[in-house]
């Protein structure tokens, strides 16, 4: 039993930062008015964060990577019966992750281009028309409840872990590290880490709308007669 490396610094960073900025966007609208502008923002810092993470689900260290820990049936049945052994997420966590992620996905994607009908428009509202726009505030508003019951079915896993298996699952995810018989993650290295960002970075200014041209200026010229 020796201390090793699980999370490497840059899913750490992702983890907490996500958890930030999903509980800034969902007291902001509960907020409104003002404070709307920061659900933007937020939106689409997610967006950034999520690209990143797909990304280094691919070119991370070794528990950070999607085929590490997305296995099937069989893993998930294993586990069930109590025969399965691993490190990082297990296969009932590695559900877990791809459901908040991809829920997350469509609720940003789908807040984009949505708007209150009062005085937020998101970021790229104005690619689209006003009915595709009210399409789109409908399933964003539908998909915020089932994003709600993960993340308590997500806190309610870690509770279990923690009270009752007695796993520090939150420490591990701030320190990085665990005890146990694992191998130390390998991999996901600086220029791995620069190709995700830059790609998160793309993404986060691309959902922004910031390329999008300004309509031209009206003038109210005073007829000639």
């Known amino acids: 039993m020796r201390r090793f490396l699980v999370w490497d610094l840059p899913t750490r960073i992702f983890h907490w930062a996500l958890v930030v900025c999903v509980v800034g966007s969902f007291v902001s609208v509960k907020i409104g008015g003002n404070a709307m502008d920061w659900h933007g923002r937020f939106g689409v810092t997610i967006v950034g964060l999520l690209v990143f993470r797909l990304v280094w689900g691919f070119v991370g260290s070794t528990y950070a990577r999607f085929s590490q ?14 025969r399965w052994q691993g490190v990082g997420h297990n296969p009932l966590g590695a559900l877990s992750v791809l459901a908040m992620l991809g829920t997350l996905l469509l609720l940003v994607a789908t807040g984009l281009f949505a708007n209150d ?10 690619l689209v028309g006003k009915d595709f726009s009210d399409r789109a505030a409908g399933i964003h508003r539908l998909i915020e409840p089932l994003t709600i019951l993960l993340v308590l079915v997500h806190l309610g896993a870690i509770a279990f872990y923690v009270r009752v298996r007695k796993e520090a699952l939150i420490m591990s995810m701030i320190t990085g590290s665990k005890v146990g018989a ?20 793309a993404a986060a200014y691309g959902a922004s709308g ?16």
């Open 69 to 82: 820990f997305v296995r099937g049936p069989g893993a998930i049945q294993a586990y069930l019966q109590g």
């Open 117 to 126: 009908d009062i005085a937020f428009d998101g970021p790229l509202y104005k």
């Open 210 to 225: 910031a390329w999008i041209p300004a309509p031209p200026p009206v003038t109210n010229e005073n007829p000639t007669w």
């Open 182 to 201: 694992g191998e130390t993650a390998k991999g996901g290295g600086i220029a791995a880490f620069c190709v995700a960002l830059v790609i998160a970075l």
